[in-house]
Structures are given as C-alpha cells and as structure tokens.
C-alpha cells in the first residue's frame, strides 16, 4: 500500500507528564481526504503537531513516503510538504494578509533585497484565486472575518508547497454556509492531488467530506475505516469506548422564583468584535437552563461577565435581588454565584498550588478556616481538603500535591468539588466535562442534578450538545452575540433544530425570545 | 647598631588609579620601602566604597600584628570601632580628625583651603592672559568638586578667595558630580563649564572623577588645574593632556604619611596626636608650571606661594564657615546667575 | 529660571552636549526595541556596555589601534547577548533573570579582570588606551547655529545615528523585520510559518550586542577616555525604560533616548543656577518613567476611544435590525 | 518537622533542592578554579577563601554581620517573588529607610529602646510605601516592574542622599557623613568587643515573622495562590489588586525597616559614600532560598560565607574582592535555568511513563 503519511508506535510524552499518545501506528494515503475523530483529550492534536514538527515525539517513528523522517521543526515539516491549520489560528494580528501568508518565505527586491510588499500581494491575490479561496490581500489580519482567517490559513500551507494539508477542526468555528463552502474547496484540493487530513468532531462532516477515518482514544489508535464501511454508530461507540447513553434521571420539576436576570448585556474584545449584543434572559431555581451556540459565538464572554471575570460595556445582571454587574469576582462569589471555569488549566486553578489550596481558594475566610486575626487554621483546612478529596474521588497521593500532577479529570474534580461546596444559589457551568473519561462525566453529571434538585438555578454552557440536551430543562441559543432562540422545554426540540439556530439559519421573532425574561 | 623593623599596612577607600589622593597614599609606600629597604615590609588593599567592609579589614590589620596602619578619613567610625582593640598598632589616620582621641591614633588634616587658593590664584591670574589664544575675554574660570560636602567646599572657598584676590571681577561656573567615580559626568560638566560659560580653566577636586576634567579639556583645547599630585607628570603617554594641564596643587599625602612613619621609627610617640599640615609644613604646594605660563605670573604665583608659606595670607575656611556664608560666597561670584 | 531655561536651549552648545550624551543610550535603546520587538527583553545590555567598554580600552592599549579596540569591544559586547541567549532560549532561564546575573558578572567581572591585569580597580588610567576620534563634517561645520551642534562629534554620535537608520531598515523594510515582528507578536505563529524564532531571537541579541558594543566602547574611549569600574551607570537599564517609550520603532526610540539625554544635559545645567544637584540628578530618570507612563495612558485611551466607536456602530445596526 | 520530612522524602520538592545545592557546590568548586588560574599563591588564597570564618573569630562576627541587611532584602524578595514579580524597588526601600532612620536617629530624642523602635517603624512604613510604587505603575499602566523599579532606584537614591547632605550632614567632617547618631538611638551590641549587634536577633525575629505570615496567615495564603496563577485568583475571588499592593508594601516595609536595623546596629552615623545595594544580594538569597523565607537564614549565612572568605582572601592576597560575583552570576543562571533545574525530574517521569505503557500494552 502506498502511504504518503505513516507513523510507528509514535508515542508523546508532555514535560508535565501528560502522555498523550501511545505507540500510535496512523497511516494516510496519497491523494484522500483522511478523517481524525476522538473526544477531546484524545491526543489528536498531539499527533499532528508531531507531524507537524512541532512536538518531538518521546518515541517512536515517523515516515513519510515510507521513508523515516525525522522533523525538527515546522521548518523541517514544510520542507516535506506538509502543512498545518491549526485549531487556533497561527496568524500575526498586526500584520496584513499578504504579509502573513509570506511570512518566512517572503519575495524580496532583485536589486535591494528588501521585502517586495507589492509581490507579496500579487501572490496572495493570485494563490487565492487559483485555489477559489477569496481573502483580502491587504487588510490586517485582526481585520479579518474568521472564515477568511481560516482560508488565509490554508492559502499560507498551498504557498509553501504542502501536498499534505492538516486542518484541526476547522469547522468548529464556520457558519454552515461557510462550512458547504469549505467541503467543496477541499474536494478541490484533493481533485489536483492534495492529501488532506481533516479532525473534526462532527461525524456528519467526516461521512460528508472523508474518505477513510481514524479513530483516536485516550491517546491510542483505535481503529481505521473506510468510510463507505462503517455507520455513525459504530464510531461513536468506539470514540467513547461503549455505547453512549445519556440517559439521565431527572425528577420532574417546576422551575422556582428567577435567580439570575442578565439585561441587555453589550460586549466588545480586545479586537474590538463586539461578542455580546443586547443579551437579556432570567434563569429561575431548580431549573437547569443550557446555553448552546457553535464556539466563539458569546457564550464565553456571557459567562465571564456574569461571573464578575471581564466588565461589560453596558447592560445588568443581578443575582435574585443584588445587582453584581461589573463587580469583582469576589463580590459576585459572596452573592453566591459559583462557577466552573470552561477553562480549568488557566482558569479553574493553580496549577502549581496543592490540591488543597485549590479546593480551599474560595472558602479560606471562613471562620472555619482561618481565625478572627487572620491565622489559617491548618488543621481544619487538611482535613476538610482530605473530606472533599475523598467526596469527589480525586485520585492523588495527598492533598498536598501540586494540581498540575492531576489528570485532567481528577483536576475538573477538583474544580467541580470546589464549586458544588460553595453554598453557591446560582451555579454557571462552563464545559463541566471537557476533555474528561466517561467515568468522570457520569459522576459530574449526576452531581449537576442533584444541584437542581437542591433548589439551585443552574446555567449550563457547554460545546457538547448532546449534553446540553441532555441536563437541560430549558435552552436557549446564542448566534454571533445574540440570543436567537428560547425553548423553555428542552425536551421537545431536536438537534436538527437547534443546528438551524446555532448557525444563524433561523432566528424567533422578539416576542418568542422575551419569554425568556419571565416578566 | 640595629634599626628597628617595622611592618605597614595601607588600607585604601575606594579604588587606585585616580593620580590624586588614593595614589599618592600608595606613594608613600614607595618612599618608605626605598628608605627602610628590608626593614619594612609594605603592602596595601583597594577596598572599593562599602564601609561596612572597613572595620573588619582594621581588625584584620590589627590582628596581623601590623605596626602601622594608613587609612584615610573614610575609615573614621571604623578606627574608633576598631583602634582601642589593639593598642600596639599605631593607626595613622589622614584627611581628618579623628573624633574621639585613642591613644593609638594619629590623624592628620590638611588645609585644603590653601591649595584651593593657589589654585584660584592663578587660574584669576591666567584667565587675564589674553595673549595666549586658548585664553578669551571673559574672567570665567570653573571648578567640579566631587560633592558638596565641607572637605571640597574647603579647596572651593579657597579658590575663590584665591581667585578674587588675583582678579576681582573674576566670575566662576561650578558644579559638583555628586561622585568621586563618575568620570563621565565630571566631563558632561567640565564640557559645559568650557563650552557654554567659556570658562578657560577648570579646577577640579573630584578625585578619580575629576579625570574627566581633562578629558574635556583636550577636547575644547582649553587648560586645566590637577589636584593633589603633580598630575600633568602622570600623562606621560598623553602629553595632549599633559600639555593642557596648567599646574597642580600637590597635597603631599605620601610625604606625610612617609614622615609619620619616619617620627614612628625614630620612637617618636603619634599615637593620640591630631596634626593641621599645609603649605608651611611643606605639604601644600603647587606642581612644576606648565611652560605655556608667562614668566610674570610664575614669579607672581612662587611669591605667592611663599607667603603663604609664612604665613602671611589669610584665606578662609569652609570649616569656620555656615553653610550660608559658604551659600553667599558661592552665589558672589556664579558664573550662571 | 524660565528665562534661563530659555536661555540654554537656544544655545548650539546645549545642543551639542545633549547629542553627545544622548548618543550611547541611544545605541543601546535600539537594541532594547530590536530585542523587545522579537519579544525577548535584553536586561544585559549594562554587562554588554562594561565588557566592551573594558575590552575596547584593553585591547586599544595592546595594540596600540583604536579600530581592533573597537572591534574587541563590539566582540565582548556580543558574546554577552549570546551568553544571554544561550541562556534564556536554549536552557529556558527567565531572560530577565539571566540578564541580572550577566550584569552582576560584568559588575564584578570587569573589576577583577582589571584588576588582574593592572593591579588597579576603579580606572584604566594606567594602560595607554586610545581614543576614538571627533569629525569635523566639511560643509555642515560652516552652517551658523547647526555646524556647532552637529560638527565635531565623536564618530560614535554619527553611528549611532546611522545605526538609527539601519535598524529602521532592518524592522520596516527587509523580511526580517517581518519576522522579527511575528516573532515577537505571536510565536507560535511564527513558528507554524517555518520560522525559527530562537534563530531570530538570536539575531536580535547580537544585533543588540554590537549597538551595546559600540554604546559601550564609546564611554571608555570618546566620551571619557578610560574605563572606569561602573561606567555604564545604569544606561542598559534606562535603555529598557526608553524602549517602551519608543514604542517598538528606530524613530521612536530617538524622542524616547532623547528625552533622557535633554533631561540630563538641562540637570547640568540647572545645577549652575544653584539648584540642589542631587534633586536634579534624579530627573532624568524621573522623567523616563513618567514618559512611559505617559505613553501607556495614551496608548489605553486610544483602545478604548476605539472599542467604544466601533460598539456605536453595531449599536446603530442593531437599531436598523429593530426597526426593519 | 513533617514539612522537613517531606521537604526529603518528596520528590517534588527534592529535586529543585539538590539543584540549589548543586548551584552552590558548583559555583564554590568554579570559584576554586577561578582563584587557581589569578593567583600567585593559590593554595593559601583557597585556604582563605574556604575558611576565613574560623581562622578569625571576627571573620566570624562579621559573617553574622553581613547576614543582617541581605536577610530583610532577601526575606522582602521572597514575597516579591511569591508573587513572581521581579521588583527591584526593596533597593530603594532599604536605602530610603536608612535615610529616614538617620534622620530620626539625629533629630529627636526618645528613650533608648524606643527610640530605635520608632525609627524602624517609620522606616518601614517609608520603605513599604516605596515598595507601592512599581506595582502600582505596573497595575495601572502596564510597566515593567523592574525596568521602574531601577529607574525609581535612582531616584530615591539621589532623593536620599539629597536628605543627607542638606539637612543631616555633620559640616565639622571632611567626609560626607551625617551627625552622629543620639546614643539612644544606636542598639546595643551582642558581644563585646565586636559589631555584632542585636539587629541579627531582629532579623532573626523577622524570619519567624515572615514565615508564619507567608505560610500560617490568610494574607499569605492569598499571596502564594495569586502568584500561583493571578487569573484563577482573581476568579476564586481574590482581591488580587489588593493582595499585590500589601504584599509589595510589606516587602518594601522589610527593606525599609532593614535599613533602619542596619543603622542602628552596626554604625555610630550614616556614612555610606554609596549606595550599598543589598537588594542585589538579596535576589541571590531568595533565589537559594527557593522564595521560602524559612530558608533565607541558611542561603544567607552561604552567601556571607562566600562574601567573608572572598573579603579575606583579597586583604590577604593577590585575588580582588570581586570575583565573587562571578559565582554570583553563576548561582543565578543555573537556579534560573528551567532546563537545568527540569532536565532529571523530567526525564525520571518519562522513563517511568513509557515503561508502564509497555506494561500495559504487552
Ligand atoms: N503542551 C501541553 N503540555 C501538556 N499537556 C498537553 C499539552 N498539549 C496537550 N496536552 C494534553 O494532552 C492531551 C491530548 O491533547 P490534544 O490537544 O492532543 O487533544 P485533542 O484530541 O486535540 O483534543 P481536542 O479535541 O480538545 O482538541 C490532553 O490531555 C491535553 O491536556
Ligand atoms: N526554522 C528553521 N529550522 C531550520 N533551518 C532553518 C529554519 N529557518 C531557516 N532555516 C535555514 O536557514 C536558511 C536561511 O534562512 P533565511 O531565514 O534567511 O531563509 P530565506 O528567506 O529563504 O533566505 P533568502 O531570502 O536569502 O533566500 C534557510 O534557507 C534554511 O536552510
Ligand atoms: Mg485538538
Ligand atoms: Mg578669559
């Protein structure tokens, strides 16, 4: 069999411990559209990078038209043509368009030798018109939609004479026109000779698009199919390692009184987009209600305003009678509002503190745990640390051991632990189970409803839509800052529904979405 | 009959290599090897400017056993620290008093005032000399002091008494480095002493920092006055420089120390003594005249010097001075004002 | 005092001394922005300045040729910044750090290599080292006001304009500034573009070293005449400061060395009038940090004016969205 | 006790440990070479070098002398450096609270033992507002901590000194020093007959102080979480503005407070011809100290050692002073070096990683 791409037993190892792929043999042939699928965590980026020669692997070998290369650097992977986007894009905000995609490959002045701006742009204008992918030459980067980011990306891998083009879940961010869009320049691609690899988390996509696919978990090849071969079914089972079931007990239950009202909250980043547009909902008592949206589309933002981590440009949230808007996360916090970070590697903890001192970060004034002048009572804290440790089953040696020495589930324990102990009335959920074993979801998942059943609001973002689906009483759905629809039984709608909304296909009418407000 | 054998210690602030004070305490070593020959062993430290070092590097010598030790008025706290710990070391403190007497100390001050006067004399002298195409109309002449502290204001009252008296329309550009080490800045203000308040000769009484008067003398092509030794004499490889120095004031540091450790040798007993030492001892006095002065005003400068000598000329001091009559004695003849 | 303030500014003269003294934190402000710019802080640039402000005297007394000085210096310099380099990217050291401890060498360093050589501490004064020369520019010198200010300056004030123009060229012009830019702004994304950032990095810091070694040389051998233990005083450290004041470009970095050489030039000035001159001494540099403090201010102002425009604009959208 | 224990028995915490001692072996054996090549009498000038504190009892007194002022700078750098700041600004706050203690120590009058006591605390209050200033700078515009910081250096240098030669200068002296000292002013000495002075028991007294609010007060918990990751602190709710301004104001108050000790204790009036810059040496001793202040006593005293015997060896010898902060720099780099400091605990981990995998696998 001719593979233009092999790997064998390629292994990597992080400096921090996090082993990441296991002696994975992954072949691609010359000339297909080659899918990558495998939960988050599952090691697919890793192996790329390696590809990519960004990572080095721990062991392990990698070949390319079956002979053994070894890829020092991106530089060295160029030079063999490969060529990457990466799932966050590697561009340089400042600079142009053109002067990006030239960037370390740049046209100079026959005389002077000095950079030829003029040919830069020329190359771009035509590269972008023989691969049918339109992009602006001449604008800044930070500038720049995201889709033309995306296709600036691939331009930037054509430019430097890739015949095997990586892309890292490139439509996670793309509105489904952008996406069609995206499938038909790809089979472009391949039709003048291009290898593509192409990860995504979508099985439509990779059924869609692809011609074999490769399974990944928990850093291990699975399996390899042709795709004509196998049903959807079969691929998730073996993503997630048995048959997923979301079946989840949920006691019926009347929503309560509203906990948390957000009205019209406005908000613009650094990059001056603006993330937030106008968004007003209420979330009442023991009800759960899910926040979905293809990523990038506000949810983030959402989150951390409420939750006192970045200031609003305008526009009230208040926690049943206070209003927290704009206030410190420690204010909010005391007017008990917990949350889980969707982050948890930046955000949700310290990853060089203990275990301790994370579980305690929130609570160690209480008079429990440090005295009226302010001495920690060490005793106290030990042993309640070791109570939460043992509650949430987070394996560790001690308490005392650094987070950073956690995988990533027992570290998600960590933070979910320390969040569903804060006698917190109103609960924002970012990601509660990203890039964490099934396990660990199972147990996080039933914590979230005995939440609800404690009488506490729930707010529930998550990327994972069967999720949301799944825990949610009600949803509602974000497009480009926006909220453009509400379904307060979240039962009743289906994900084709909801796919429409989340890629801004539909919209309700205002009168459909103020129903939200529960005024 | 057997000479007595005698071992000297000279414990050095700051650093050698400034062609003034330091190095000519490091002279003194000189001469006493010449005389004594085997009779005395020499040896001596650059201690750099951290004073919490000089107390043990005293202690050190007095444990040694050395008889004599030099060290200069830097050592002050440190000698009363030190000193009355080891009565058989004789510490011969220069460039000021000791505060307290101990009986094993001799300290000796100069009358820097003097030296600043010769100075002034003849910088108000030569500043007239117009004949000379590297001297201009104006009675402007400058001075860099190292900091403004009583044993520089000394040298600067006494250069403008020095220089009034030789010119009494005689105006003065000053400035002070705030360093004894910062070569660079002496010349930024030496420069701007030259260049902007055509000053024609510049004084300074900035130890090491003070070469960088020179420096900008060789490059504004204008002259000036060495401080401490004979500093012309010590740019023989850069006679540009040598050739722009005027004079010097010598303080004979190592003449005095080598006659303390002569008086010590012949058995005279130091210890306890304060001495006041300047042009009448012989240790004040100006270095050989650079050959481009006239002839008139080296004899009217020796006469000077002469007088001095005997005792014959008042000149004031910055140690029986306010600081504002020093204030007032500035500002009457400031140049920028 | 306004007055004489006045006074000295429209003076050649003042002008003169301000070059003079502006010239070596200039060169070395280059190379902070050069190194800021690729994103990596040259804190060594002071150790960089005092191994080639020792070497340059050295090796000038030992050949007796102020050009293989020079060169010497300009080497010493250099081996510093890679020193630097081999430190904060090949062994992964906090380059702050890293450089702290190069200048802590080179403080002492310097000292003892002097020492061992010449049997002195504070200054070369006994080694017949040798002297950069002053130019006297042909036609510009005959120019009234200007041929005082601009003519006869030591060759180094002229290179470190030059090298104004160089590093210019170097950032805006060629390819390299490009990457040198990426580098600095994103390096992964550099790094994805098949830049080598450490190579680039390391380019910055050699490019660093010979403007510090040029800096450098220049105070041991044309603005003073010997080395002296300490003789940077403290400009790499000031350089640090001016480089964020001149926001990245060769221009800016002109205002912002500028700026301290007219503060330091006026504080010698303004001690003539009987100002107390340990007050004035700290102005310069009182003067660099409000200047970076300034420029912060305006630079957040200018974001924010700009976030709030463009949230009017969808704002206005958003009201034509309503009303359609 | 449980925490020296486990400071031996966990690898974590071993392994950054070996590499400090590695650093100070390694620095003292290059020192070794470095006196070997310069002089003419090596064996004697090593012998110096190596044991100058028991070859003289005062070598001996002077080294505890000299672990004074580099303890409060290294102790003040130690929160600095909880917090991975790099402020340099402890610099200012020492001279500055020597300038105020020289101040209060000349014009007023108090009872002995108060008298002290009230100038360490203005100092220290002094120096702590000083330590405020990069960290404001850096909070509200952006600027770099140390790039301010030494800039300030300067400034509160010259402001300082400025102090000293127009209002407390002794006029009757050649030299610059202040009026001396009131003698109720100056603290009484530990031994007779040396420098040592009870400002070593003060210092002492801090460490205990430091360590238990760095380690046993909620202020430090809150310290040693923000510097852990300022953005998981700030979302844990920490007031993370406010911790890093006390944190530098205490840091500043140690700096401050150490220049008044150091007055008090070891001089009779302020007599610095310069800036002595304990705050150079102090970033050495946090450094060996791993920013633990319980540590600071033992990196101290091995940095006095090494200072000591390098002071001795030069008035005894041909080798300068100087040199040792070549092994200075040298601490520095290696303890700097991630690489270094990693290189074994990393390639422990993922032997054992792939080993296990193999396990498993077959
Ligand atoms: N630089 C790094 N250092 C340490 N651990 C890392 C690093 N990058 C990734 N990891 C860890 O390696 C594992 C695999 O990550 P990887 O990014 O390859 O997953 P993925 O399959 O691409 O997931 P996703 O779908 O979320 O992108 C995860 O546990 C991740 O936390
Ligand atoms: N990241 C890298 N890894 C390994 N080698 C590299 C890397 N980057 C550049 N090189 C090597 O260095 C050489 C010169 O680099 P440079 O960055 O000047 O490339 P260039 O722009 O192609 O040069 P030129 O414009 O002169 O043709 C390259 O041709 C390549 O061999
Ligand atoms: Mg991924
Ligand atoms: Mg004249």
Redo the contacts with the bound molecule.
Sequence with gaps: MNYIVRTEKLSKI???G?F??KSVDFAVMEGEIHGLV??????????M?MLYGE?QPSQGSILIDEKPVSLASEFDAIKAGIGMVH?HFMLVPSLTAAENLVLGKEPKRKRTRTFDLAAAVSITEELSKHYNLPVFAKARVADLSVSMRQKLEILKALYRGARILIL??PTAVLTPQETEELFVELKTLKQQGKTIIF?S?KLKEIFNLCDRVTV?RD?RMIATHNVADVDVHQISNEMVGREVRFEIARPPMAPGEPALRVRELSYVDDFAIPKLKHVSFTLRRNEILGVVGVDGNGQTELVEIITGNEKALSGKVFAYSTEVTNRSAGFVRRCGIAHIAEDR?TVGTALPASIEQNLLADRYRNRQFSTRAGFLRSREMAAYAGRLVHEYDIRCNSANQPVASL??GNMQKVVVAREFTANASILVISEPT??VDIGAIEYIHTKIMEMRSAGKAILLVSSDLQEVMALSDSLIVMHEGEIVAYFPDAAAVTDKELGLYMLGIKRQSDEELRKVLHE | QTQKKANVFLLISGSLGDKGFNDSARGALDMIKQKYGANATVKYTELGTDVAKFAPALEDAGAEGYDVVFCSNNFNSAVQEVAARYPKTLYVMYDGWIKEDIGNVYSIQYKNSEAGYLAGALAGLMTKYTADPKINADNVIGFVGGRDITGINDFFVGYIAGAQKMNPSIKIIYNYVNSFTDTAKAKDQALVQYKSYNADIVYHAAGRAGLGVFDAAVETGKYAIGVDTDQASLFGNEPKKADLILTSTMKRVDLTLFQAFEKFMNGEKLGGKKVYVGAAEGVIAYAPFNKAMPASIKTELEKLQADIKAGKVSIPSAFSMTADEINKMRDSVNAAK | MIHFIAGVVTSANYWFIVLRSTAPILLVTLGAVITAQAGIMNMALEGSMLWAALTGVIVSAATQNVWIGLLAGIGASVLVALVLGLFALKLHANPVLSGVALNLVATGGTVFVLFSLTGDKGISSSLASKVLPSLSIPVVKDIPWIGKVVSGQNIVVYIAAVSVVVIDLILRRFAIGRRIRATGENVEAARAAGINPVRIKFFTLIISGILAGFAGCFLSMGYTSNFTSGIAAGRGYVANAAQVVAGGTAVGSIFAAMLFGLTDAMATYLQNIGLMPELIQALPYAVTILGFVVVTFVRDRREAERKRKLFAGTAMQKEKADAA | MNSIKRFFTDRESLAPALVTLFAGLFSLLAGIVLIFIVSKNPVQSVRNFLLAPFLRSYNFYYLLIVMVPITFTGLALCIVYQLRYMSLIVDASFYTGAVVATALGTLISLPSGVHPAVAMIAAGIVGGLIGLLPAILKIRWRANELVSSLMLNYVFYFLGSFVILYYLRDRSQTILSSLPFKKTFLLPRLVANTQLHVGFLIAAGFVVLVSIFLYRTRWGYEIRLTGANPRFAMYAGIPVTSVILYAHFISGFLGGVGGAVEMSGLYRAFIWQMNPSYAWDGVIVAMLARRNPKFVPLSALFFAYLRVGADFMSRRGDVAFEFITLLQGLIILILASDRIVNYFRERQLRKQLLKNSRRESR
């Design positions: 992080y400096p921090n996090t990441a792929n495998g939960e988050n965590g599952a090691g697919k980026t890793t192996l990078k990572e799932q890292d879940e990860i988390h990944m850093g590697m995988s990533g990203r890039g």
